[in-house]
């Protein structure tokens, strides 16, 4: 059974699109948490259930009301009535055809709508990814704003950056997947910016602001348009390859993905469930890497540990190459340094 | 990062031990730092869990929020930790000694001196990590709106007596660390990672577990093993060894654990309310305080490991020698302490939720100036900081092989003595780019003048030389000796000066309004309210 994408998955892709073995696997569905246990390198992510509650609280408050205090966050006093349409279907294609539906609906009623938890589609790499937001209004003009709830505090006007970067990402990966659908009802268009909500300074009162997404949006999608290459990533691979997490065992595993090469950055580690797997990796190999994108950029032709430090102290290396050059003039100053403690 | 750094920590993966990024200690620690660990509830905007807090390291004081959604023991908790940070601070506010500063006269309109007290000595607060302070910048703004009692009778919730006031000293030390250099409030893994490169990136680098791992690693054991166990490590039940540094809890801890144990309370609780007969609610008040007990007992077994690193961090620092201008930026930080002694002394009112255009381009124009005179004083300070700038080309060391004496061509001639020199740097040095030395700690200034074929380069010293024609004795250097010059000045020069907040010019929001709320007004408070 593969495992169905997520926004956030999809979003993380963006974190690091050289990475070959991350798009194959989630392209292939593959579960990589499963997957990294058996490697014997568990994925540290995990929710406390204090912020689990805490957030499903405030997005039952924000959405209180029928939906009228959601629009009042979107600036909207008396928008008269207000659907929310039932979208409550079995299994998930039903669910889309009917966010498809209500989405149509709405839009042909002229009136404001709030469709609460709808399910949306999008094909990556041949196979359908499932996206739910939590929420999409539909404007009587027939524009569709994505609705993003977040629990972390939006305190005197401001959050945190580096969340709302995370919350803007995945917003887009909504926004994309409404396109399609708007692309078939009449009348419809997507706003590029979400109405990010969060509880204001301190409170559990919900505040609201208005996001630009479209700079994740375009990199999303080239992201997106790129992931269909993953044939080719397969094709590369040797015969008889398989993530089959349940039937393999744990060597079987480690030879497949060894198979696949990976481009571990320490950014990974936030972001992807193999990433304590590939560093251990990284680090075996001595790839400089793993200190840092940035140290990598900084050495030039050298890749390994190894090989920055031989050349470093004079033992190989070509003395004219300007990388070689600077690290032993490096070496030099920092050795003459320490030896005057 | 410069290549010497990203040197020391390929070695630092090679030998398994951190490396020294510095010689000597670059930040100021006080002989009685107050270390605080903070934790807090996952999901809450500043709803806290617990900390620790002391200055004796043998005996912190822990301080427990049982039930972190209940308003009343979060007050509770914020004035035990006004009760332990207050008295602290307060030590430091009555020794004075007395200092001049520049003032502008309000009437005359020039600079006269003034003089004025300024805190002998200054309270210091070490967090763990940038998260911690965050966290005390968060305190701080939870905390400096609210009203006490005394204040506003009316107010619904009203906040201990000594609430607000550690509000406004936590917002003073968060906005503080914002100035680089500083050292009023530090974190243990920026005070590590100034001074030792480990064999991980900087990302992993703010684990303070894994980073201690590397830098007081003993026994055979490498660095990197020991900061993977202080990462991943867990016990057969599922709990890290090594908790994380905070304000930030375990999820595992979080939903094995806390949870269980806070609903045991909450349920004691109820009990206890629904007690029917004294006999009863004696024995239901047992129960009550065995869970909290307990709550108490989980939240101390994820702070004390936190505890014992920082203080541990303290230690290894406290081995290095301070460098020679680490004192002089503490003085800084002793006006700065000084200065907000003084405002709440007067009864000024908190510091605004947002700062206005003047203020917040002043605040930008120090933190600039406080950056460059950092790095100037760090390279001065430290030859392997140095270092990085000689590889720069921004700093050269050079050996003084021949002086030649010279003079203006002005009616009374000033001595203008020649050096040549020869360095195997290479500074990036055009003609007339002047560069700077430190004679007996203030800069003396030479510019280039030209390259001789032979490699050498020869100086012009321009100043620091006394008024007569000969030179001051010591003030020009002598053959023979080694000299650090710099191509970047010593003490960064004031940029313009910025108006003052009644002529904020209308293309910044205009003079404040005296119309505008009052900036004082505490945040709407709602009954299911977190903080």
């Known amino acids: ?341 | 990062m410069s290549l010497i750094s990203t040197l020391a920590r390929l070695e630092a993966v090679e030998s398994g031990r951190a490396q020294p990024l510095a010689t000597v200690r670059h930040r100021h620690l006080s002989d009685r730092p107050l270390v605080l660990v903070p934790l807090t509830t996952a999901g809450e905007a500043g709803a806290p869990l617990g900390a620790l807090v002391g200055t004796d390291p043998g005996e912190p004081r822990l301080l427990v929020v049982a039930q972190p959604r209940d308003r009343d023991l979060r007050f509770a908790f914020l004035a035990d930790l006004a009760e332990e940070v207050l008295p602290y601070v307060d030590s430091f506010t009555d020794v004075v000694e007395a200092a001049e500063r520049s003032e502008t006269d309000p009437e005359t309109g020039k600079k006269v001196k003034v003089e004025v007290d300024l805190c002998a000595d200054a309270p210091q607060v070490i967090v763990p990590s940038r998260a911690g302070i965050e966290y005390v910048r968060l305190l701080g703004r939870s905390m400096r709106f609210r009203r006490t009692a005394e204040q506003d009778p009316e107010t619904p919730f009203p906040a201990p007596p000594r609430v607000p006031l550690l509000g406004r000293w936590l917002t003073h030390f968060g906005e503080r660390a914002r100035v680089p250099g500083s050292s009023l409030l530090l974190s243990a893994t920026d005070l590590l990672n100034r001074h030792w490169a480990t064999g991980q990136s900087s990302l992993e680098d703010q684990h303070l577990g894994a980073l201690l791992a590397w830098i007081d690693a003993d026994g055979p054991e490498s660095g990197a093993e020991a900061a993977l166990r202080a990462e991943l490590g867990r016990d057969p039940q599922g709990q890290l060894f090594c908790p994380p540094a905070g304000p930030a809890t375990d999820p595992a801890f979080d939903n094995r654990l806390l949870a269980p144990a806070i609903e045991r309370f909450d349920r004691a609780r109820q009990a206890l309310a629904s007690a029917e007969d004294g006999e009863s609610a004696d024995e239901r008040l047992g129960e009550l305080h065995v869970a909290e007990r307990e709550i108490r007992r989980l939240i101390l077994s994820q702070l004390r490991p936190t505890w014992d690193a920082v203080w541990r961090s303290v230690e290894l620092l406290r081995e290095l020698p301070a460098g020679e201008r680490v004192a002089d930026r503490w003085t800084r930080d002793r006006w700065s302490f000084t200065g907000h002694r003084d405002r709440i002394v007067a009864g000024e009112p908190p510091q605004p939720r947002r700062d206005d255009a003047v203020t917040a381009a002043q605040k930008l124009a120090a933190r600039e100036s406080a950056q460059s005179q950092l790095e100037a004083q760090e390279a001065l300070d430290d030859p392997l900081v140095l270092a990085g700038r000689r590889l720069a080309g921004e700093a050269f060391v050079a050996e003084v092989v021949e002086v030649t004496m010279a003079w203006s061509e002005s009616k009374r001639p000033s001595p203008r003595p020649l050096l040549t020199v020869r360095t195997d740097d290479r500074p990036h040095l055009g003609e007339g780019t002047k560069v700077y030395r430190s004679l007996e700690g203030k800069p003396q200034t030479a510019e280039f003048v030209r390259s001789e074929e032979d490699g050498s380069l020869v100086l012009r010293i321009t100043d620091r030389m006394g008024r007569s024609k000969e030179p001051a004795p010591g003030s020009v250097p002598e053959k023979g000796e080694r000299i650090a010059w710099t191509l970047f000045e010593h003490d960064q020069r004031v940029g313009a000066k910025l108006p003052e907040r009644e002529e904020t010019p209308w293309t910044h929001g205009g003079p404040p309004r005296s119309d505008t709320p009052d900036p004082e007004l505490p945040d709407a408070v709602t009954p299911e309210d977190l903080l």
Not at chain 1, 132 to 140: I, L, M
Not at chain 1, 164 to 178: E, I, K, P, W
Not at chain 1, 191 to 213: E, G, I, M, W
Not at chain 1, 292 to 298: A, F, I, K, Q, T
């Open chain 1, 1 to 341: 059974m593969p495992h169905p994408l997520d926004a956030r998955a999809l979003a993380a892709l963006a974190a690091n699109p050289g990475c070959r073995r991350r798009a194959l696997l989630d392209g292939a569905g593959v579960d990589k948490t499963a997957l990294a246990s058996k490697l014997g390198s568990p994925a540290a992510f995990g929710q406390s259930q204090f912020a689990f509650m805490r957030g499903n609280a405030f997005e039952a408050k924000v959405k209180a009301d029928g939906g009228r205090e959601l629009l009042r966050l979107l600036g909207i006093a008396e928008p008269g009535t207000v659907r929310v349409p039932e979208l409550a279907a079995a299994g998930p294609e039903g669910r889309v055809a009917r966010t498809a539906l209500a989405l149509r609906e709405a839009t042909e009623a002229g009136t404001w709508a709030l469709l609460d938890h709808p399910l949306l589609s999008l094909e990556v790499a041949g196979s359908p990814a499932h996206l739910e937001p939590d929420a999409v209004v539909v404007h009587p003009d027939g524009r569709w704003t994505v609705v993003e709830i977040k629990s972390f505090p939006m305190i005197d006007g401001a959050a945190d950056a580096s969340k709302v970067g995370a919350a803007a990402r995945q917003s887009a990966v909504y926004v994309l997947a409404l396109e399609r659908v708007a692309a078939l009802t009449r009348g419809a268009e997507v706003a590029h910016s979400v109405l990010l909500v969060c509880p204001k300074d301190f409170s559990n009162l919900p505040t609201a602001s208005v996001v630009d997404v479209r700079k994740q949006l375009s990199v999303t999608r080239r992201q997106l348009a790129r992931l269909t290459r993953i044939e080719e990533i397969a094709a590369a691979l040797p015969d008889g390859v398989t993530f089959d997490v349940e039937g393999c065992s744990a060597r079987e595993l480690e030879a497949a993905v060894e198979s696949v090469p990976h481009a571990y950055a320490p950014e990974c580690l936030s972001a992807c469930e193999l990433a304590f797997h590939c560093r251990e990796r990284a680090r075996g190999a001595g790839a400089v890497e793993a200190l840092g994108r940035s140290v990598r950029g900084e050495l030039g032709g050298l890749t390994t540990v190894g090989d920055v430090l031989a050349a470093a102290r004079g033992e190989e290396g070509d003395a004219d190459d300007p990388t070689v050059e600077a690290l032993r003039r490096a070496a030099a100053l920092r050795a003459e340094a320490l030896a005057c403690r």
